[in-house]
């Protein structure tokens, strides 16, 4: 995410280049990403030399070795519920995770940038379906892919089986998280709401269950119209957190 106009300082960035300057100190010097540099250059007929495998972000690689706090805890969630884990189980090894969301949740992705990258936040990516506007963010990191892997995030969100081992002081966390990723509010006939999960059975299982122990709530589990999703939900979603 460039800080500021990058294009107030386009002559300078291919001056820089052009004489020798590497990327890493161009992004320094003018807080812009990787990516809008690249653009500059391409757009001024600039060669660029190869990258050698290089990245050009610093990542916070060891964010999900430990789970030790809650905001750990609810991007987990977020990522158990939207996330894409890129990991071979054929190979061992892992290139990233990404997770998109709809435009109207920027604000936690652009949390999320600030607590795994370093100095420069990369920017998101635009796409959209439809009248549906969506960002999208990738972490280019092996190490952040393994272990979401050993945490049981093992590729889409289709193959997860459980929800991963959390120390219950956070697990209110990951609960959330994986609400704000596949929950939902609806409003009652008496005009009071309530929540909704939806997902797998296995995973709504351990919601249910998890919920309860920590809670006492005893969410309702229902099949939903096709014959893969369940679904939770319960009016007293003050007393789950």
């Known amino acids: ?21 590497g990327f890493n100190a161009i992004l320094r010097e003018y807080h812009v990403d990787y990516l809008s540099v690249k653009k500059i ?14 990245r050009y972000y610093a990542i916070n690689e060891n964010f999900f070795e430990c789970l030790d706090s809650h905001e750990k805890a609810y991007f987990l969630g977020y990522l158990w519920a939207d ?9 061992g090894k892992g290139s990233g995770v990404r997770i998109e969301l709809s435009a109207v949740d920027i604000n936690i992705l652009e949390y999320f940038q600030r607590l795994i990258f370093y100095d420069i936040i990369p920017d998101l990516t635009y796409s959209s379906r439809g009248e549906y506007i969506y960002r999208s963010l990738y972490i280019n990191s092996a190490k952040i892919s393994k272990d979401l892997f050993a945490l049981g995030m093992n590729g889409q969100k289709s193959a997860y089986s459980k929800i991963p ?10 609960v959330l998280g994986y609400f704000d ?10 005009g009071g709401y ?9 995973i709504i299982t351990d919601l249910k269950n998890v919920i309860f122990r920590l809670s006492g709530v005893n969410l309702k589990m229902a099949q939903c119209n096709n014959d893969k999703s369940y679904m939770i939900r319960t009016s007293e979603f003050c007393k789950i957190y």
Do not use: C, Q, W
């Open 1 to 21: 995410m460039a800080i500021g106009n990058y294009r107030n300082f386009t002559n300078e960035i291919v001056r820089d280049y052009e004489s020798g300057v």
């Open 41 to 54: 250059l391409l757009e001024h007929n600039v060669k660029i030399k190869p990258s050698n495998g290089k």
């Open 83 to 91: 996330g894409n884990n890129r990991f071979s189980v054929k190979t």
């Open 165 to 174: 081992d959390v120390p219950d002081p956070y697990m209110n966390s990951f």
């Open 181 to 190: 990723g596949d929950g939902s509010i609806f409003k009652k006939s008496d």
């Open 194 to 202: 309530g929540i909704n999960i939806t997902s797998e059975k296995s």
